[in-house]
């Protein structure tokens, strides 16, 4: 007899679980309808404005399309569009899983210094030329971009791997590592000549407006590649969100995790920047938002970061084009004056309740 309660108790349970499951991959399909329609948008503004018919018939049949209008959209517009969409998935996903594995609500690829390292490393080939992997010195910006967030990252995973050090200090760290490396880049403008200053002044300031369609290529790429692995390995992530000692028992290798996790997002986080600059607090407001809507269900929570941050960054870049009509204003100035309230939320927040 007792059987029967238990059935219907399992039979609630999984209609629950099916209603969680529906309800979240409606959000994800919602999140999918407004990043379509923030990049239609942003191809849309510009110098001059078209109709967002025009833009979707251009779109979806070039052909039909005026040899003018077809060059705008696809050649110079289209670029950008896509570049907002690709840095801002990638800088997101990557601020998701530091904070996932740091558990630290206030970790991200800016927080932390990774941002600022790739930055340092790009300017010492913007300023001097230095190659820091000189057998390249084609690709030295991004390389040198990703080489310095690499160390920056590694710095980051074996501090926290240290006994007695809390997250708190992780922070800490990250926040000591910001101003070295903003205090070297400011000493490399310092030092610079006016043509190499005006380079990375303009960098630093974080700006879309030099997408190409190889730079899109490049990052897309990185995004395309990085997911799957991520992926593959949602089951571990959620789990360490139990705890060290919990996915420890569960079998996972949390200090094998954590450094693959860290060198995975270090390139998330150097390529973008290594092409477009500095673009602060979208790895830290993009999955926090994601958060939110799906919880902590790495299956949800990884393509919500992504189309979250994907999102943040396309609307950001919609902005930056209406607030002065002909004018793009740089993409970095406008996600911090976004980001920056959104910071003082989270420390007022968690000094409340623990994360």
């Known amino acids: 007899m007792a059987a029967v309660p238990n059935d219907r108790l399992a039979q609630t349970g999984q209609a629950a679980y099916r209603a969680l499951v529906l309800r979240r991959s409606v959000l994800i399909a919602l999140l999918i309808v407004g990043l379509f329609l923030s990049v239609s948008i942003d191809m849309a503004l510009g110098p001059a404005n078209y109709a967002l018919s025009d833009v979707l018939t251009t779109i979806f049949h070039p ?80 390389i040198n971009a990703f080489l310095m967030a690499m160390l920056a990252a590694l710095f980051i995973h074996f501090a926290s791997t240290m006994r007695g050090v809390a997250v708190e200090t992780i922070v800490l760290l990250g926040i000591a590592l910001v101003f070295t490396f903003n205090a070297l880049l400011s000493l490399l403008e310092y030092l610079a000549s006016e043509q190499a200053l005006a380079a990375v002044v303009f960098w630093t300031m974080g700006s879309l407006t030099k997408a190409t369609w190889p730079k899109v290529a490049i990052t897309a790429s990185i995004v395309i590649v ?60 993009g999955p926090h938002i994601a958060r939110m809507l799906v919880g902590e269900d790495q299956r949800f929570f990884l393509p919500a970061s992504a189309l979250c941050g994907a999102l943040l960054l396309s609307a950001t870049s919609v902005v930056s084009k209406t607030l002065i009509p002909g004018a793009m204003l740089p993409i970095g100035v ?17 000094r409340k309740k623990s994360w």
């Not at 740091?102 to 927080?111: E, I, Y």
């Not at 000692?245 to 094998?256: C, E, T």
């Open 63 to 142: 052909f039909a399309a005026t040899g003018q209008l077809r060059v705008v959209i696809w050649d110079i517009r289209m670029p950008i569009a896509l570049m907002a969409l690709t840095v801002g998935a990638s800088l997101s996903v990557a601020g998701a899983q530091m904070q996932t594995i740091l558990a630290n609500p206030l970790a991200s690829p800016f927080t932390l210094g990774i941002s600022a390292a790739a930055g340092f490393g790009a300017a010492l080939a913007l300023v001097g030329g230095v190659a820091v992997f000189p057998l390249a010195t084609q690709f030295m910006v991004p």
């Open 226 to 285: 990085v997911m799957p692995l991520f992926a593959k390995r949602a089951w571990a992530l959620t789990a360490l969100r139990l705890g060290e000692d919990k996915a420890a028992s569960l079998g996972i290798n949390v200090r094998r995790l954590r450094l693959e996790t860290m060198m995975t997002v270090s390139l998330l986080a150097a390529i973008p920047v290594s092409f477009v600059g500095t673009i602060g607090f979208i790895g830290l407001v």
């Open 334 to 350: 406008m996600t911090a004056l976004v980001g920056v309230p959104f910071f003082f939320v989270l420390i007022f927040t968690h």
